[in-house]
């Protein structure tokens, strides 16, 4: 497919877990290696080619609102949830206009990686099939990511369709926070605040949820304790 023009970055979280950085400072803002979280992840968007960003915002909305005033690249369109926190899918839904008809790239303002020889989003955008899919999903490792100490989200069988974990099990892969979705995955989607994972699995029943692994190493920054072994990781890929 040709790369999305455009993306959705989640960046309304309260960021519970981040405190006590996030008492005053929003999770997106908070800085790993010298750069905020959310600039990490609009460099990466702007490097991919893409034009148009959509960040909700709710928690401390204003100081990120002034802070993504600062940039150029990607340009950046507020999806304003300071009235009612949306969660992940709900988020998407109310900016599905910002969005456009097209498939677009979808990511966590708090997910990190360091890519390997070719960008993830790149590898996304090649591996994306509008016929198949209704959303490809970046996987990482459950064991040895960095900063993440869960049992996993997904399976992947031979064809790149995901089996979501059942509870109480171990799964190889975990959602690293960035995917391509497809308009069509939010057809019918419930109303207000509701997670994505039910939309997951609901395209996973289809046969149409995939994913991809990622090529690199990725990061998971939920707390303060995580922020210090991402820079060295960082600082080690030079």
Not at 196 to 202: K, M, V
């Amino acid at each position: 497919m040709t790369k999305p023009r455009t993306a959705m970055v989640l960046a309304a979280g309260l960021g519970v877990r981040m405190r006590p950085l996030t008492d005053s400072l929003p999770k997106p803002l908070v800085k790993v290696a010298g750069k905020a979280l959310i600039d990490h992840v609009l460099d990466k968007l702007a490097a991919a080619g893409v034009k148009t960003a959509v960040v909700n915002v709710h928690y401390l909305a204003d100081q990120i609102e002034r802070h993504l005033a600062k940039r150029k690249r990607p340009k950046v369109a507020i999806s304003d949830e300071r009235g009612l926190l949306l969660e992940t899918g709900g988020g998407v839904v109310k900016a599905l206009p910002l969005l456009g008809a097209q498939p677009f790239f979808h990511i966590n303002s708090d997910t990190l990686w360091i890519d390997g020889a070719e960008p993830n989003l790149s590898r996304l955008a090649q591996a994306f099939d509008a016929e198949k899919m209704d959303a490809l999903l970046l996987l990482a490792p459950a064991k040895g990511s960095i900063g993440y100490a869960g049992s996993g989200d997904f399976s992947l069988h031979g064809d790149g369709r995901l089996v979501a974990r059942v509870e109480g099990t171990q799964a190889p892969l975990v959602y690293a926070g960035a995917a391509i979705l497809a308009p069509a995955l939010f057809e019918k989607a419930p109303e207000g605040a509701f997670s994505l994972t039910a939309l997951f699995a609901r395209a996973a029943a289809k046969g149409r949820l995939h994913g991809l692994r990622i090529d690199g190493r990725w990061m998971h920054v939920g707390t303060p304790a995580a922020i210090p072994l991402a820079e060295a990781a960082i600082a080690a890929a030079g």
